[in-house]
């Protein structure tokens, strides 16, 4: 003789079928949720960086301190005028992946990596460079 299935057979799989369903919402639910709240880095938006410049007319020198801001990596910060750009790294003389922080300054001079006197005429900007992005972070337009 056969076996038979009984009604109560078919009632349970669909029990299961809805349980494992539900078992796997919650799964990829919290999966995505802790990525997107532990792994993935926050975008905190541009970087915000103050400086604030000291022009030495008899010497020809412009002297920027990052006054207040962001931490910013000195090898990635990138002072220009129409003519050169020069790392914050390579005119302070030290590491790249080093920061920049509140009170560090560098000399734009001749005597340095610069290699130019600076003139009021000179306009200066500071600029941030990530992943081949430039963004723009002060200028100075003499004293």
């Known amino acids: 003789m056969a076996a038979e299935l009984s009604e109560d057979a078919r009632g349970l799989s669909e029990v299961t079928g809805v349980v494992i369903l539900v078992g796997m919402t919650v799964v990829v639910t919290g999966t995505v949720g802790i990525h997107v709240l ?71 001079s001749t005597s340095n990596e610069w290699g130019e006197p600076v003139r009021p005429s000179d306009q200066i900007e500071i600029y941030l460079v990530r992943e081949g992005n430039a963004t723009k972070l002060d200028e100075w337009e003499g004293p």
Do not use: M
């Open 38 to 108: 532990v792994v993935q880095n926050a975008d905190t938006g541009p970087p915000n960086a103050n400086f604030t410049y000291d022009y030495v007319e008899g010497a020809s020198t412009l002297i920027i301190a990052h006054e207040e801001g962001d931490e910013l990596p000195a090898g990635s910060v990138t002072i220009n005028d129409t003519d050169r750009g020069v790392a914050w790294a390579t005119l302070a003389g030290i590491n790249e992946s080093a920061t920049v922080t509140r009170g560090d300054a560098v000399p734009l």
